[in-house]
């Protein structure tokens, strides 16, 4: 326990789903690749909240959710991992997928096209070595510097490391990848799927 947070590795019920991906909406309101493909600030807010519940919800077989939670149990952070050998996932679990996108993003057609050309453009240049994948990592602006991210990564970069492979994440802010080389991540490479569009930065990081 860290601040009086602590970490929880329980399956989620329906309710919790919905704060886990209300928490990814407030961290990633204000994210460029978001703003991007939802400029408009009261569709992202809704839209957000959908596709993270969605894409939680159908992370599918073997996918790994942790979160971190305040005494009162309250979820303040979320890291969904895909351990070795789950990425890419099954067709059955991206068309499972395919609904909540749609919802999210159906008011701007443009934003479909765009993040398919993103989405391509990841799985394309997506590490074939064996490796953890961090899916996705976030916690509540509240609350954040107080320990959450180094809390749900160094839990999963255990694992990593205890099965001898490397991890491997994408981030679309700049300013994060100081943050990642902390614990061990490296650029690996910038992708730019949409000229108009922000960069996504891959990060790879060795097994300790």
Known sequence: MKNGLHLDESVLSKAELTSAALVANRAFFDDPFFR????NDRLRERGLTIFFRANLIHLGEGARVVTVRSTADAIQGVAAWLPTDR???SIRTQIAQVPGTLRALYRRPRS???GNKYLAQISKTHPKEPH?????????PSIQRSGVGTMLLEQG???ADEEGVGSYLETQKEDNLGYYRRFGYELRDTL???KEGPPIFTMWRRPR
């Not at 953890?132 to 509540?140: F, G, K, M, S």
């Open 36 to 39: 991007f493909l939802s400029p």
């Open 87 to 89: 990425y890419p996932q």
């Open 112 to 114: 479909l096209m765009d």
């Open 132 to 140: 953890w994948y961090l899916y996705l990592l976030v916690a509540d």
């Open 157 to 159: 970069l255990a694992h």
């Open 192 to 194: 730019r799927p949409v």
